[in-house]
Nanobody, 125 residues
Framework: QVQLVESGGGLVQAGGSLRLSCTVS????????MGWFRQTPGKEREFVAA????????RYSDSVKGRFTASRDNAKNTADLQMNSLKPEDTAVYYC??????????????????WGQGTQVTVSS
């Protein structure tokens, strides 16, 4: 079974930083797109960032560009999301996800095959 385990969520003040981590297990290799999404109650799951396997590029949503940095270690099957200059509107449950089909539509939650359990990020003002 493929499993994703997340860690690193917590409570920080506006302007602070957090680093989320995601570990993938149960399948050999790292030939997949790694995505990060976030969700608040009553809203659609929102794309945050992704690292594609095909070209290795990192993509970000406009709302986090310049503040968040996504990275991955393919040998360890781990990924990190460094979040700086956090704002109260960043408050959400954050999810990591993998897409083994490497869809071009990496910003759509529906293309991902497996998801982490989610970790709460709360930013106070």
């Amino acid at each position: 079974q493929v499993q994703l385990v997340e860690s690193g969520g917590g409570l920080v003040q506006a302007g602070g930083s957090l680093r989320l981590s995601c570990t993938v297990s149960g399948r050999t290799g790292s030939r997949y797109t790694m995505g990060w999404f976030r969700q608040t109650p009553g809203k659609e799951r929102e794309f945050v960032a992704a690292i594609t396997w095909s070209d290795g590029n990192t993509r970000y949503s406009d709302s986090v560009k310049g503040r968040f940095t996504a990275s991955r270690d393919n040998a360890k099957n781990t990924a990190d999301l460094q979040m700086n200059s956090l704002k109260p509107e960043d408050t959400a449950v954050y999810y990591c996800a993998v897409d083994f089909h490497n869809s071009l539509t990496y910003s759509r939650a529906r293309v991902y095959d497996y998801w982490g359990q989610g970790t709460q990020v709360t930013v106070s003002s």
